[in-house]
């Protein structure tokens, strides 16, 4: 029986169960599509996933694999159970922007209590070695708040906004800062370029960020809603790296 998840995502439980248990048994449970952000084993007949919410008007799937590996004559027996994952389609939605990023880079800026605080870039337009852009196109910005891990992957979950605290799995609006009388672009906003070089920058006031990891790197899919009104939809799905030095 598939588990079956709603578009808006959620938590379901999958039921495992082990038939003739030995004694060195392990029982895991593996996913390797985006949008499943979770998996947990909790005991030996049941596990924990959890789906990000389908931003998009078509059904899903994936595929979830349970594994049983126990010893046998010194040698790792595994075996594996195949369980199909299902998600509903989402309504259908106008983005007003949309941006098929094609590049994006991360860097670390600080860290506290066990949460980092992680600077991304996402652009639709070509970067050369020195890393300018070819315009038209959008840069986005997110900067975002994750548990603290130093390998260097974003860490995978559904991030709302920020209510300027230091809560995980959240991202900072945009906001502009007086320093010493020249203003400052923080948080999380866009910057729109035209063709002749012209840029205008938009700040981000509420959304959210989904973060996956899977066969092809990162997925990081953005819906932000923007402070002129219009939304913005901003998909990648690649490598990406987070700079830890600071």
Do not use: H
């Amino acid at each position: 029986t598939p588990l079956e998840f709603p578009a808006e995502g959620g938590r379901l439980e999958l039921p495992v169960s082990i038939s003739n248990p030995v004694r060195d048994g392990k029982v895991d449970v593996l996913c390797y599509a985006p949008w499943i952000i979770d998996i947990t084993v909790g005991t030996d007949t049941v596990a924990v996933v959890d789906a990000a919410r389908n931003m998009d008007p078509y059904v899903r799937e994936a595929q979830i694999v349970v594994t049983y590996t126990y010893s046998r004559n010194y040698k790792d027996v595994v075996l594996e159970m195949p369980v199909k994952a299902v998600q509903s389609a989402a309504g259908d939605t106008d983005w007003g922007i949309e941006v098929d990023a094609v590049y994006a880079d991360a860097a670390f800026l600080s860290e506290s209590d066990g949460v980092m605080d992680i600077k991304m870039v996402f652009t639709d337009m070509e970067v050369d070695e020195q890393g300018k852009v070819t315009p038209p196109g959008t840069i986005l910005y997110v900067e975002a708040l994750m548990p603290f891990d130093m390998s260097g992957a974003p860490v995978p979950g559904q991030y709302g906004l920020n209510a300027m605290d230091n809560e995980p799995f959240t991202f900072f609006p945009g906001q502009v800062e007086d320093y010493d009388g020249t203003p400052v672009t923080m948080g999380s906003y866009a910057v729109f370029c035209d063709e002749d070089g012209g840029t205008g920058t938009v700040l981000v006031a509420d959304g959210e960020m989904i973060i996956g990891l899977g066969f092809d790197g990162a997925s990081v899919d953005c819906a932000f809603v923007l402070e002129d009104g219009r939304s913005l939809r901003s998909t990648y799905t690649g490598s990406i790296y987070i700079d830890m030095q600071y």
